[in-house]
C-alpha cells in the first residue's frame, strides 16, 4: 500500500483499493468456504490502503502544524463510523432484521463501497506542488539513524495497539462470546464491543491536539498511553472471569479504547 501511494498518488490506488474491498464482500456472499476466504484476504488487501492513504492525503494537503488532529480525526471518524456505529450495531441490526442474512448485509456494504470509490476518483487529488518541495528537501536531507529507529519504534507502537489489543479486544469480547459466556443480551453486548470504538473515537482528536497544543514530546505520551493500556487490557481480562456489573465492562473499554488511540 505505501509503495503504490507514494508511486502513484493517492486518487488511483485508493479508488482501486475501496473497489477491491467491495468485490472482497461480494464475492463473500457467495457462502462458501473458499469464497470466503478469498473474500477476507480481498478485503484485507483493499482496507490496507485506508488509513496510510488518509495520512498521505493529509501530509500533502495540510500544515504540519494541524497533523496531529488530523490523524486523530481521522482514526475518530473511522472507527465512529465504522466500529461503533457501522462495523457492530448497525449491522447486527441489519442481520438480524433480515432473518439472519447476513449476505444482504454484505451486498449492502458493497455497494458503499462501489459509490466511495466513484467518489474518490471524481474529487480526490493529490497535491503536486507540495510533492515536488517535499521531494527535493528529502534528497537534501540525509536521514538519520534517530530517525529510522524512532520510525520503528512507531511501527512496532502502532502495531502493539492495533494489531494486538485492538484485534484481541474484537475477538475475546465479541458480540457471540459475551452472549455466550456472561449471558448478556445480544444487543447489550454490542454496545460494550462498541464502546471500544467510542473510546477510540475520543482519544484520537483528544491525544492530537494535548500533544500539539503543549508540545508534549509524543513518545513519551505513547509510553505512558501504551502502559496504561496494557493494565486496562490485563484488569479486564481478569474481571472476565468475575461476576463484574455490565457498566464496569463499558467503562474498561471505553477507557482502553482511549488509552489505545495514542
Given amino acids: 500500500a505505501g509503495y503504490f501511494l507514494d508511486r502513484f498518488g493517492v486518487r488511483i490506488p485508493l479508488t482501486c ?5 467491495g468485490l472482497g464482500l461480494w464475492v463473500s456472499t457467495t457462502g462458501s468456504i473458499e469464497t470466503l476466504i478469498l473474500g477476507r484476504i480481498l478485503t484485507a488487501a483493499g ?42 450495531p448497525l449491522l447486527n441490526s441489519l442481520i438480524s432484521g ?15 463501497c462501489l459509490y466511495v470509490s466513484c467518489m474518490m476518483l471524481l ?24 530517525q529510522i529507529v ?17 484485534n484481541a479486544m474484537g475477538e475475546s469480547y465479541g458480540v457471540i462470546i459475551l452472549h455466550q459466556t456472561l449471558n448478556i443480551p445480544n444487543k447489550l453486548a454490542t454496545y460494550i464491543s462498541a464502546s ?25 505520551w505513547m509510553l505512558f498511553f501504551c502502559a496504561m493500556s496494557c493494565a486496562l487490557y490485563f484488569i479486564k481480562t ?14 474498561l473499554t471505553l477507557l482502553l479504547g482511549f488509552s489505545v488511540s495514542s
Fill in 238 to 251: 481478569m474481571l472476565y472471569f468475575t461476576n463484574t456489573p455490565v457498566f464496569i465492562f463499558i467503562l
Fill in 47 to 88: 482496507s490496507a490502503f485506508a488509513f496510510l492513504g488518509a495520512l498521505k492525503t493529509a501530509t500533502m494537503w495540510l500544515p504540519s502544524s494541524q497533523l496531529g488532529l488530523a490523524v486523530g480525526l481521522t482514526n475518530s471518524i473511522g472507527t465512529v463510523l465504522g466500529g461503533a456505529i457501522l462495523g457492530l
Fill in 150 to 166: 524512532s520510525s520503528i519504534f512507531l511501527a512496532l507502537y502502532a502495531g502493539i495497539m492495533v494489531g494486538i489489543i485492538v
Fill in 98 to 112: 433480515n432473518n439472519n442474512n447476513w449476505q444482504y448485509a454484505l451486498m449492502l456494504f458493497a455497494i458503499i
Fill in 123 to 146: 474529487f480526490l487529488r493529490t497535491n503536486t506542488s507540495k510533492k515536488t518541495s517535499q521531494r527535493k528537501h528529502l534528497l537534501l536531507k540525509p536521514v538519520k539513524f534517530k
Fill in 17 to 21: 483499493a475501496c473497489l477491491v474491498v
Fill in 196 to 220: 471500544l470504538f467510542v473510546g477510540i473515537a475520543i482519544g484520537g482528536p483528544t491525544h492530537g491536539y494535548i500533544t500539539t497544543r503543549y508540545k508534549i514530546s509524543p513518545p513519551r
